[in-house]
């Protein structure tokens, strides 16, 4: 331990907050090796992402999830890679049931809400199901119904009947019954980002990973969106977790570099709570306390298929509109299609893969 006291103490000297994103990631990661020494992994993770909320606060942290969604092209990849395979799925439907398994700040479905709009003979009917945890409550600065109101007066603006339903309950948690779901709509059920923080086979009885996409084939789905971080930090080995943790960060830490400027505050803002966090809990924890548990798309792949899902491929409109949207960030982005899916990256590494499934 004497050992381990002095080159933490030595690491400290040699990593940064606003140095280059090597020193920046890696000041999270000492951080995070020091909360697992200290066993305190899990209270650095909840400290991050709730308490109560102080509304100041929750917007502020709603402001550094706003810029990050606007200096990388992640999420916007995510959401309109499922926009497009969904209104594909159903665009001869009248009914449309979206079931949202993290519906966040609902920002996704404004874009496909417009789109609806201008459907040849008039917009469907549009229910969303919008299921969420205490993390997205915090930066909204209050409960669903923020979301729903919003959704809705967008809705009322372009002219397309719309229903929203909160269900304020943790995805793994979530049961047929808790869906509503009503006879002759049609299902599209969203998981963004969501999956990898739900238990599997390796951390207990319940395996929830399985369980949920069971439950959800059970629904006779249109079709079934995945968006999921391309890392594979669930069932590794400590050390390979940690090496992989630094890969895989160290390429979004850089491209974050490129966006905004080093002294920015707002940058090490981002980094700080929208980042941080998710290296201290795959770094720090064990067993049930470790929420971030990361898979590559081939294990996905293998949960879908044994759940009783087919690919759905994705279209080549969509191709071309993520390549459009990707022009105006830097060119060190790259979109490749393979296997039916497509995968986000920065430089030769994958970050963020999107499939659909029916």
Same mark, same amino acid.
């Given at each position: 331990m004497f050992t381990v006291d002095w080159l933490i103490a030595e690491l400290r000297g040699l990593v940064s907050v606003?140095?280059?994103p090597i020193q920046r990631l890696g000041a999270y990661a000492v951080e995070g090796l020091v909360a697992r020494l200290? $066993? $305190?992994g899990s209270a650095i993770y909840n400290a991050l992402r709730c308490k109560e909320p102080v509304l100041p606060a929750s917007m502020e942290l709603l402001s550094y999830m706003h810029v990050l969604y606007e200096i990388c092209p992640y999420?916007?990849?995510g959401y309109m890679s499922a926009n497009g395979a969904i209104a594909e799925a159903i665009k001869e439907e009248n009914r449309i049931h979206i079931i949202d398994f993290q519906i966040s700040q609902g920002t996704q479905w404004i874009t496909l809400i417009k789109a609806l709009a201008d459907r %040849?003979?008039? %917009?469907p009917h549009i229910r969303i199901t919008g299921i969420?945890? $205490?993390t997205s409550a915090y930066a909204r600065g209050g409960g669903l119904e923020i979301v729903g109101g919003r959704l809705k007066m967008l809705a009322q603006q372009f002219k397309v009947p719309f229903e929203f339903r909160a269900v304020g309950i943790p995805a793994s948690e979530i049961q047929v019954e808790n869906l509503k779901i009503q006879p002759g709509e049609a299902i599209a059920v969203n998981f963004?980002?969501?999956l990898h923080?739900? %238990?599997?086979?390796?951390?207990?009885t319940q395996n929830h990973r399985d369980r949920l996409l069971r439950m959800v084939k059970g629904l006779y789905p249109k079709v079934v969106t995945l968006v999921e971080q391309e890392s594979n930090t669930n069932t590794? %080995?400590?050390f390979a977790r940690f090496v992989e943790t630094l890969n895989y960060y160290s390429a979004i830490f850089e491209s974050i570099d490129v966006a905004l400027p080093r002294e920015h505050r707002e940058r090490i803002n981002v980094e700080q709570h929208c980042l941080a966090r998710e290296v201290v809990n795959i770094i720090a924890c064990e067993g049930v306390e470790r929420v971030e548990r990361h898979e590559l798309l081939g294990k996905w792949r293998s949960r879908f298929a044994m759940a009783g899902f087919k690919p759905y491929p994705l279209s080549s409109y969509v191709n071309g509109a993520i390549k459009a949207l990707l022009g105006k960030y830097s060119s060190k982005y790259t979109l490749e299609e393979k296997d039916g899916a497509l995968y986000l990256g920065w430089m030769d590494r994958h970050l963020v893969s999107s499939c659909a499934w029916r």
């Open positions: 606003s140095g280059e200290a $066993s $305190s999420f916007k990849f %040849p003979g008039g %917009p969420d945890d $205490s963004a980002l969501v923080h739900m %238990p599997d086979e390796s951390v207990g590794a %080995p400590f």
